[in-house]
Each structure stands twice: as C-alpha cells, then as structure tokens.
C-alpha cells in the first residue's frame, strides 16, 4: 500500500509553487513585466501591430496577396523594434530564468522519483536498471 496520496503530493506542489513564486527570479519577472506595461512606446507599438493584424485578417478575406505581404513586412518590423527595446529585453531574459528554474524543479522530481524506483527495488543506480531489469537479464543470461 502507498504510503502517500495523491492529493498530499497536491499539497505539496502548491507549497513549492508558492515558494517558487516567491524566489527573485519570479520578482524579476513581476517588475520586468510592470516596466512593459508602463512603457508608452511598447504600448504604442503593440496597438499598432494589433491594427495590422485587423488590416491584415481582411486583406486576407479579399485576396490582396501583395498589399497583405506588405503589412505582413510593417508587422515583422514592429516585432523587431519591440524585441530591441530594452524593458522588452530585460521581460525576456526574466522569462527564460523563471522557465530555467521550473524545467530544474522538474527534472530534480523526474530524476529522483526514478532513482527512488531504483533504490527500492534493489536495481543500480548506475546503470539506471530497476531491480525486475536487472533479474530479467540475470534469467536470460543463466539461459544461455
């Protein structure tokens, strides 16, 4: 019988999802992301992407290859000028942190419940092999 519940491993997550939220790579975001919503030239920038795209969904519907192409290129640009911005930089890296420290939670959990496996049923740890592979390969070899 297991000796945990799901829902306490539920408990758990949330705990450490409360205190990854809490870390400085998640206030980096919150203040990264507050910076780009206050910035006037972002905001100005988007609204004039989202415009495009509007001009774009109807040029689309009317078959205007080559007047599409050219919003298309306008809206490419805008992409550009955003990503250069310097609080849009900062929003970025900020992304990339938090998603490095998760994709570290996550392989640290995948890891160790494996190792766990391991160590539980008597395998090696070395060879990465549970206890069942390793006496599955001891009867083929004695069949030999």
């Not at 829902?7 to 919150?30: C, G, H, P, Q, R």
């Not at 970025?92 to 640290?108: A, R």
């Amino acid at each position: 019988m297991g000796k945990y519940k799901k829902t306490e491993i539920i408990d758990k997550a949330k705990e450490l999802a409360k205190m990854i939220s809490e870390t400085e790579e998640v206030d980096y975001f919150k203040k990264a992301e507050a910076k780009i919503n206050e910035n006037e030239k972002v905001a100005q920038k988007i609204k004039q992407i989202k415009a495009l795209q509007k001009q774009a969904v109807n040029l689309q519907n009317y078959g205007k290859v080559n007047m599409l192409k050219k919003v298309e290129e306008t809206i490419d640009q805008l992409q550009k000028e955003i990503d250069e911005i310097p609080v849009v930089q900062e929003f970025k890296e900020s992304q990339v942190e938090v998603n490095d420290l998760l994709q570290m939670v996550t392989h640290t959990i995948a890891n160790t419940v494996t190792d766990e496996i391991i160590k539980s049923t008597d395998g090696d740890l070395l060879t990465g092999k549970t206890g069942a592979q390793l006496e599955s390969e001891q009867r083929k070899i004695s069949k030999q």
